[in-house]
């Protein structure tokens, strides 16, 4: 707690003055205790509520009727990406008393504070009660229609003069697994490739740098497996605040196996303090980090020699980079201690199993595609994939990040990562039941529909920069936004003249979020109020790839309505608007004909049914609706490690791994298990082993692509091959095995050749239902790849921050120079070139991250009343040295001040050694205030968050990873001074 609770009666009187109007009035502690089931716990250094602690909240809130039956509903925790069970207790349509679930796997009758609040989000008042829009500066109510007419009047305009390109469409990780493919499905028909979500901003580089290795951009294991480590290391995470019920995993595993917990990061966060071992480094030297460990595991002969000849490509670059890092050279730039870097090294490599834990910490870099890259080498390295208690735990933010991610919200592919190509879009207009042709005549040209999007973290920047700077017809003139916050993007002075100079904007939130206050926009907004994932159907993934189906606890309250039926209402009213205008192109028809549509919304249901028939790729196709509620109804029925059916499970579920984890292959027929650690050799295929993917052909340089002498257990091939297409069954002489139902799929959807259809375009699913009879994983068995040539850099070198104080070392270890990616200019070298003048005036490394209490952009728990208390002010951690040195007490209010655009926030001070000198840390929660001016008047009158504060990106700087524009909030400078 920033405040000590007797000194916080000013903060006490000015919350107070927050809440009026409240139903629930002020804060009472005790009430809070009770509602939430926490009675008896000290919440201000809770991370997680254990199972001995809660109690039934029905009962303890004082209100229910018990005369009334109460029905028991399972549903998703809607914070981060751990997956906790909720199960609600409704009486009479009223959500009345809520469960931390106790037969839940992955929570097992455990809460964080987020999680045990989340009852409030089904009642919050301070939610968008009806559709609104910004007229003089001043907002009134619409109804449904008007709203939705008017906005597809605008659309529609925009889209004639400028090109459907001109239309940013910003998703949701806070969508369903169904609502993030409509979304994606409707930016399609939409006829733009400009639709993107939070993954952008949080883990883009880790789904590019781990798929650019060995196949799939995902977490190989689970929190549950964590259990089965010896040896954990965590670099750039701090899940003991950001994913609280995961501590429990790596605390369980730490003391029953005695392993060693080692974090590594610049700040001693509340999960360093369970570390066997601390390493504290410089912000921005991960790469130095991990060569600086692979230098003593090489140079004594620890790596896995077998694993590598056989099951990795490229390792001896590595090496010749890694011998770079020697332990003075290493020392120099990351700060760390020689002696301290080869015993993390000797314990990592030798007290195996080992698992790298990553978050944020590592990905929002200007490096952060080679950060991902150089842990997983290391992984590769000392052969920690693959196996129980290995592998790339990486912990994914949002409730369904992992999710949206895989439906398409992304700016370089369709759903389920098939690319942009030609192939990629016959298969999914194969899928929709649309010609491609008909596709390509919805974007301006097949050029367009080929190519990337513009990301959210430049959106900004498509809007003002001159317009041939810009790779498309025009520049972005609306953007219509759904369950995202505005306070999540670096440079924000920048953000606030883009969104400002927008002909339309549109927020569709159970929150107004921060777009609602960070512009000056007097006209042209509109706000649309979206239920949350309480009150409809679907199912969303947890980090570890598993499914899960929530089930609607009670329905929209206010006027909200769900994601389903707000986009099928647009899309109607887009052909209304279309044919006012004379135009041809329709979507509501053909973009819902696949779909059971009840009460103007398609079912949850449906779409997953249509996932399932496309989404081939990661093998979501036998993860049906039916397989996934069977599972929330027998989840005391799945061992607690290893996620499987215990024996004398129902036959329904029997031998399956909880939630399906991806890829489960074939058809829900087939009863995949799904797979809980990918790339497993010890597991036949049906079992829900694997290989590492063969994604990148079969020879380079005169050398194999493809594993030698690895192979899953079973196979019936016991070496490397290709992925599997039809022209390799007829190699194999397996081509006859497809049922005349099959061949008839594949001849009809490959009429010209069916030697083209593959494993993952064949919707019969007979390619893959055939291969995995062999025992042979449908997507091949190559190599791992150390060396990435299709990468910027193959393999990952360090670069100096855009923004360093290091300036001795821009020379040496430079940022890439300046480049064009995603329709846009990116700006490397030329930015970095300010630090020589910068550095002196802003002395002190800036970093970001989470706390326990709040979550995302902050809006939904900062609303929150029973989380408000919690933490009252945005504040800087700045160590006691910086904090002498300019004057500065704990607790008071500071500037802090940003090298570009002169920004600058008024925060509160905390003095602490948890940085150390030179370092500063911030939240990055808080939204409502800019530049020192509170700005809560911009909200609409009832919905403004209860805590107001600054947001740290208005003073994060310009940076990107030139992968995928993911920014830089890790490492910029900043300079502090007593307000």
């Known amino acids: 707690m920033l405040i000590k609770r007797s000194d916080g009666r000013a903060a006490k009187q000015r919350l107070a003055s927050a809440y009026q109007g409240l139903s ?76 931390p679930s ?37 907002w009134q109510r619409m109804t449904w229609d008007a709203a939705l007419g008017e906005i597809a009047e605008k659309m529609m305009a925009i889209r004639q003069a400028s090109g459907p390109d001109s239309v940013f469409l910003l998703g949701s990780a806070k969508f369903s697994n169904e609502g993030a493919y409509l979304f994606r499905k409707f930016a399609a028909f939409w006829g733009t490739n400009s639709v993107d979500h939070q993954a952008r901003i949080c883990h883009s580089t880790t789904v590019a740098g781990v798929a650019n290795t060995w196949g799939y951009g995902a977490m190989t294991n689970s929190y549950n497996d964590i259990r089965n480590a010896k040896t954990m290391i965590i670099m750039g995470g701090n899940p003991a605040e950001a994913h609280p019920v995961s501590l429990q995993h790596i605390l369980s595993g730490k003391e029953m196996n005695r392993a060693n917990l080692i974090v590594i990061d610049p700040r001693f966060t509340r999960t360093a303090a369970h570390a066997t071992e601390y390493m504290r480094i410089r912000p921005g030297t991960d790469i130095p980090i991990i060569w600086g ?58 007290q195996k199993p080992s698992t790298l834990i990553w978050c944020m910490g590592a990905t929002q870099k200007t490096v952060g595609t080679a950060n991902v890259r150089a842990y997983s080498i290391l992984l590769l390295a000392t052969g920690n994939v693959g196996k129980a208690g290995t592998g790339a735990n990486i912990f994914r933010g949002h409730c369904n990040v992992q999710g949206a991610t895989d439906f398409g919200l992304d700016v370089t592919t369709l759903p389920a990562y098939y690319g942009l190509d030609e192939a990629a879009w016959r298969h999914w207009c194969r899928v929709w039941d649309v010609s491609y042709e008909s596709m390509i005549a919805r974007f301006d040209s097949k050029a367009m529909m080929e190519m990337p999007g513009i990301p959210t973290t430049r959106y900004f920047d498509a809007v003002t920069l001159p317009r041939d700077q810009v790779q498309q017809r025009d520049n972005l003139k609306a953007m219509l936004v759904f369950g995202h916050g505005g306070n999540t993007v670096t440079r924000m002075p920048e953000a606030k003249k883009g969104l400002e100079a927008l002909d339309l904007l549109v927020i569709v939130d159970p929150h107004p979020t921060s777009f609602a206050m960070q512009s000056d926009r007097r006209d042209g907004t509109y706000m649309l109020p979206a239920c949350t994932q309480f009150e409809c159907d679907g199912s969303r993934n947890s980090s570890n790839r598993s499914a899960q189906w929530g089930s609607k606890v009670v329905n929209p309250i206010f006027e909200s309505k769900n994601d389903y039926e707000i986009v099928y209402r647009l899309a109607g009213a887009l052909d209304a608007a279309a044919q006012r205008r004379n135009m041809t192109v329709r979507f509501q028809g053909e973009m819902f004909k696949g779909f059971e549509v009840r009460d103007n919304a398609p079912t949850a249901e449906s779409i997953l049914r249509e996932i399932n028939r496309g989404a081939l790729s990661i093998g979501y196709s036998g993860i049906s609706p039916e397989r996934l509620k069977l599972h929330m109804q027998h989840q005391d029925q799945f061992d607690l490690v290893t996620l499987r059916a215990k024996p004398g499970a129902p036959a329904e579920i029997a031998g399956d791994f909880y939630g399906l984890p991806w890829p489960c292959f074939g058809t829900p027929e087939m009863r995949h298990p799904g797979s809980h650690i990918l790339y497993n050799t010890s597991l036949h295929v049906k079992q829900g082993g ?28 016991q070496d490397g091959y290709p992925e599997f297409t039809v022209a390799v069954l007829k ?43 062999h025992g042979c994983v449908p997507y091949g068995n190559a190599k ?32 890439l120079p300046d480049r064009r990616a995603f329709r846009l200019p990116h700006l490397g070298q030329s930015v970095q070139a300010r630090s020589h003048q910068v550095a002196p005036n802003f002395p002190i490394i800036l970093t970001s991250g989470r706390l326990v209490e709040y979550e995302g952009g902050g809006e939904e728990t900062r609303s929150n009343k029973w989380l408000a208390e919690l933490q009252q002010d945005m504040f800087v ?79 994060t700087t310009y940076g990107y990873d030139p992968v995928t524009f993911m920014q830089e909030t890790k490492v910029t400078l900043c300079q502090i001074a007593a307000a």
């Open 102 to 138: 106790w037969e839940s796997p992955i929570n097992r009758g455990t809460h964080c504070a987020k999680g045990a609040s989340v009852r409030e989000i089904a009642h919050g008042d301070r939610r968008l009660k009806y559709p609104m829009k910004l007229v003089g500066g001043q």
């Open 24 to 99: 629930a009035g002020g804060l009472d502690r005790r009430a809070f205790l009770r509602n939430a089931g926490l009675t008896g716990v000290g919440l201000a250094g809770l991370g997680v509520v254990s199972a001995g602690r809660a109690e039934r909240t029905g009962a303890a809130t004082g209100t229910a009727d018990h005369s009334q039956p109460i029905t028991r509903v399972k549903n998703i925790c809607t914070h981060c990406s751990v997956g906790c069970t909720v199960t609600a207790e409704v009486q009479n349509g009223v959500w009345v008393g809520q469960e």
């Open 877 to 955: 951690e700045i160590n006691p040295a910086d904090a002498a040195a300019r004057n500065i007490r704990d607790g008071g209010w500071v500037w802090v001040r940003g090298p570009e655009s002169d920004s600058k926030v008024r925060v509160k001070a905390l003095v602490t050694e948890r940085v150390g000198a030179g370092v500063a840390w911030m939240p990055f929660h808080f939204a409502g205030w800019i530049g020192g001016e509170d700005r809560r008047s911009k909200y609409p009158p009832g919905t403004d968050p209860i805590v107001l504060g600054e947001s740290v990106n208005t003073v």
């Open 293 to 350: 460990l692979l230098w003593h595991i090489f140079e004594n002969g620890w790596e896995d020699k077998d694993f590598i000849a056989q099951r990795v490509f490229g390792m001896e670059k590595v090496r010749a980079e890694v011998a770079k890092w020697n332990p003075a050279e290493c020392e120099r730039v990351t700060g760390v201690p020689a002696a301290q870097m080869r015993k993390v090294a000797e314990i990592f490599a030798t």
């Open 784 to 815: 791992a790849r150390a060396d990435a040539w299709n990468l910027p850099d193959p393999i990952p070198v360090h670069r100096e921050p855009i923004y360093t104080p290091r300036t001795d070392l821009i020379a040496q270890y430079p940022t």
């Open 731 to 773: 190699r194999l002489g397996w081509f006859d095995e497809l049922t005349a139902a099959e061949k008839a799929s594949i001849q009809r959807h490959f009429p010209n050749n069916i030697d083209l259809a593959s494993w993952a375009t064949d919707i019969s699913c007979g390619i893959q239902r055939v291969a995995m009879e």
């Open 690 to 717: 694997g290989v590492f993917r063969a994604r990148f052909g079969v020879e380079r340089e005169g050398k194999t692509l493809l594993a030698e002498g690895s192979y899953s257990a079973g196979s019936e091939i």
